[in-house]
């Protein structure tokens, strides 16, 4: 149907793999793209706000401008891709808008999304997805074998280690297994889970249970399909112990799963003692309630949405009053230790750890502003993250979270402070000078009434960015000068290096080599503490300098070495830059084939980001020389399939082929 239609929504009953035939699909039908494919899962998304974003982020859309929608426009107006949105339904209004402009604006993009309902968006086909067909238990065998209920109900006994000898007696009692659970993917799954535990007969004695609630069927095939998959989990979540029912409860507050340490810290108490959490995890993931995944950050336990909203619907609220308060403290603790603008050899850890539990930290951030109490709590968390804000690109999520804080948690405190001055950076970095002058207004102010020296010297900082940005260098550099002297007189060298880090990259433009100075004192100052990722970015900024001044060999050096963190963290802003830089570097020393071939790999990541690099002011003449240069050198025909070849290449290759130095590859 996709090739049919712009908009296909794959509707259905919660279990019967919606979203897992939209992906199995799109995998399919990426080569039919030429842009590919992009995911967005929604089902985290806790507000219509946040989707654009999410969007963006799943395009690799730089988020610099606000609102989003044109940024998006642009980016996909001449791309021909296919978008997924999985699981729409509680932002099922927001989808549809979204979903609507796209159609009306973007000429080559099609859409799937997948929700239990249509969305009514124009043009909209919807696929209705059946449960798994299952065959009578009087067919014969091999007809019985061949229906896709009982193939995955032998492939999940399989996986679950249980030796099914498959005759005709075990055939029938399975067709008749898969008929009570109406073929439901989900449901059948859960079942196979329970043969680790009896024999297949005792499995269809328990399912034949009136007690199940599968014996009768409602009129409408939708709502009996609802019907039986709330009875097998329901006989599921009979069949756990005291202990199991009860995390499996806790642990649907956690959108973005969770690790080991995180639910020994949040979910014990209560019936569950920290040292038994371990093994009723193991438990839950024994009866496919719970699915285990090595991730970056170590072992991963997650349920899948329909689990996790049952287990929602069984907590108490005895159980939800201990989890918020501990879930809203683990988030803000976490905020704190996990702060990438501390400077330190954690900083790459900290960004993958923040990046998994992003989904979870929504969910605390909720939680806080739910309640008058705990809105100044939210609101402390939200500006810790702000350099997180910045390097994920999440700037317009960013300052949603900050906004409705600071609407929140109105009292004058230094909290306050914090997040007007980190506010106002995000505005900056927006291009939104009306924002950022009312919040640093409102932060100047906060911090003379209550005599803190420390907002107001963030204050003055993020005032010489702003400045900066207005192209008054001289006056801008002055006041993050005046602010760094007060930083290091009060011992606050993270505080220094988030001054020189800003500094260096707002002047580049305008003073390169103040920006070059500044880069030098940062590249020092994370020598000393070892952070990556401030270093690689003073090396970049000290590499432009060079440029700047004619060294092209001490450029491409600097910028060869800061790649490395860049690709860790998956810097793709970061790394575009680079890619066009050391396009430059060997187009000076007349590698025109070299300087063709990285500026088709950085033009591509470029298109990914929705920016273009004659847009950045230190940019613009070099971009054109370079490729000036570079046509000349090799004709039109020549460079435009070396372009090409650079523009074919994966991240990786793209990035090891310009670190290289081998004009050769």
Same mark, same amino acid.
């Given at each position: 149907?996709v ?9 259905g009953?919660g279990g ?7 992906l199995h ?19 985290p998304l806790t ?5 654009a974003?999410?969007v ?7 988020d610099?401008?606000r609102?989003l929608?044109?940024?998006?426009a642009?980016?996909?107006a001449d791309?021909?891709?296919l ?7 509680h ?14 604006t ?19 086909q919807?696929?209705?997805i ?6 009578d238990?009087?067919a014969?065998?091999?007809e ?6 009982v ?17 005709a007696t075990?055939i029938a009692?399975?067709a008749?297994?898969?008929r009570?659970?109406?073929g439901?993917p989900?449901?059948i ?6 043969l680790r535990?009896c024999?297949?007969e ?13 014996t009768?069927?409602?009129s ?14 329901d006989?599921?979540?009979?069949l756990?112990s005291p202990?199991?029912q ?7 507050v956690?959108p973005?799963?969770?690790?080991l340490e995180t639910?020994?810290?949040v ?12 093994d009723v ?15 970056a ?8 949405d329909?689990?996790?909203?049952y ?5 108490t609220s005895h159980?939800?009053?201990l ?5 809203c403290?683990?988030?803000?603790s976490?905020?704190e230790r ?7 050899p ?6 993958r ?7 979870n930290?929504?969910t605390?951030?909720?939680f806080?502003y ?8 939210g ?8 350099a997180f804000w910045?390097?994920?690109g999440?700037?317009t999520?960013?300052r949603?979270w900050l906004?409705h804080?600071l ?24 291009r ?10 409102q932060?100047?102010?906060l911090a003379k009434e209550?005599?803190d020296?420390t907002g %107001?010297? *963030? /204050?003055?900082?993020?005032? $010489? #960015? &702003?400045?900066l940005?207005? @192209?008054n260098t001289?006056?801008?550099?002055? +006041?993050?000068?005046a ?23 707002f002047?580049a ?8 100075a ?16 401030? %270093?690689? *970015? /003073?090396?970049?900024?000290? $590499? #432009? &300098?060079a440029?700047?001044? @004619? ?5 491409e050096r +600097?910028i060869q ?5 860049w ?21 000076a020393r007349h ?8 500026l088709?790999a950085?033009d591509a990541?470029?298109?990914?980001i929705?920016?273009a690099?004659?847009?950045l002011p230190?940019?613009t003449?070099?971009?054109?020389d370079?490729?000036? @240069?570079?046509r ?7 460079f435009?399939a070396?372009f ?7 991240l990786?290759?793209a990035v ?10």
């Open positions: 149907m090739p049919r239609t712009r908009l296909l929504t794959l509707t009953p019967v793999g919606k979203t897992r035939l939209a699909a799109a995998h399919t039908l990426r080569s039919r793209f030429r842009d590919g494919v992009a995911i967005v899962e929604v089902h507000h219509d706000d946040l989707l974003p999410a963006a982020a799943a395009l690799g859309v730089r610099l401008d609102p929608r044109p940024e998006l642009e980016y996909l791309k021909r891709m978008l997924v949105l999985a699981g729409c339904e932002l099922a209004q927001a989808c549809a808008e979204l979903t609507q402009w796209l159609l009306s973007v000429p080559h993009v099609s859409v799937i999304t997948t929700s239990r309902h249509r969305l009514s968006v124009l043009g909209e919807v696929l209705a059946e449960p798994l067909p299952y065959a238990q009087h014969p065998v091999r019985i074998a061949r229906s896709d209920a193939r995955l109900l032998i492939e999940r006994a399989a996986a679950a280690q249980v030796g099914l000898k498959i005759d075990t009692v399975l008749r297994i898969c009570r659970l109406d439901i989900l449901a799954e859960l079942a196979a889970a329970r535990a024999p297949l005792q499995l269809e004695r328990e399912l034949e249970d009136d007690s199940t609630g599968l009768g069927h409602s409408s095939p939708f709502a009996a399909f609802h019907e039986s998959l709330r009875a097998i989990i006989w599921s979540y009979r756990c202990a199991e009860r995390l499996w409860g806790r642990l649907s956690f973005g799963g969770v690790d639910a020994e810290q979910c014990s108490g209560a019936g569950i003692a920290a040292e038994d959490i371990v995890i193991a438990a839950l993931v024994d009866h496919s309630i719970l699915s285990a995944r090595p991730s950050t170590g072992m991963r336990y997650r349920l899948l329909t689990l996790r909203a287990g929602r619907q069984r907590l159980d939800e009053e989890l918020r308060e501990r879930y403290a683990h988030y803000r976490l905020a996990q702060s990438i603008d501390r400077l330190g954690d900083q790459l850890e900290s960004f750890i923040l990046q998994a539990e992003l989904p930290v929504r605390a951030l909720e806080c739910s309640r008058p109490a705990s809105a100044e709590g609101l402390d968390m939200a500006a810790r993250l702000g910045l390097l994920a999440a700037l999520e960013g949603h906004d804080g609407d929140l948690a109105s009292a004058p405190t230094r909290t306050r402070i914090t997040a007007l001055w980190v506010d106002a950076l995000l505005a900056i970095y927006q939104d000078p009306v924002a950022a002058t009312a919040r640093l207004s932060c100047h102010a209550l005599a020296e %107001r010297t *963030y /204050a003055a900082m993020t005032a $010489g #960015i &702003a400045e940005t207005a @192209g001289a006056h801008g550099l002055a +006041l993050m000068e602010a760094r002297a007060r930083q290091r007189a009060a011992g606050d060298l993270d505080a220094v290096g988030l001054n020189l880090y800003l500094a260096a990259t002047c433009a305008g003073d390169p080599d103040a920006a070059a500044l880069g030098r004192e940062l590249l020092a100052l994370c020598d000393v503490h070892d952070a990556p990722l401030f %270093r690689a *970015y /003073a090396l970049f900024l000290i $590499g #432009i &300098a440029w700047k001044h @004619g060294d092209s060999r001490q450029t +600097l070495e800061a790649t490395a963190p690709m860790a963290a998956n810097d793709h802003w970061a790394l575009a830059k680079a890619l066009e830089v050391l396009a430059w570097t060997a187009e590698a025109h084939e070299r300087a063709a071939r990285l088709g950085a990541l470029w298109q990914e929705g920016f690099p004659t847009l230190y940019h003449h070099s971009h054109q370079c490729e000036s @240069g570079a000349q050198g090799l004709g039109q025909q020549a435009a070396a090409r070849r650079g523009a074919e290449l994966d990786h290759t090891a082929y310009a670190i290289s130095n081998d004009d050769r590859q």
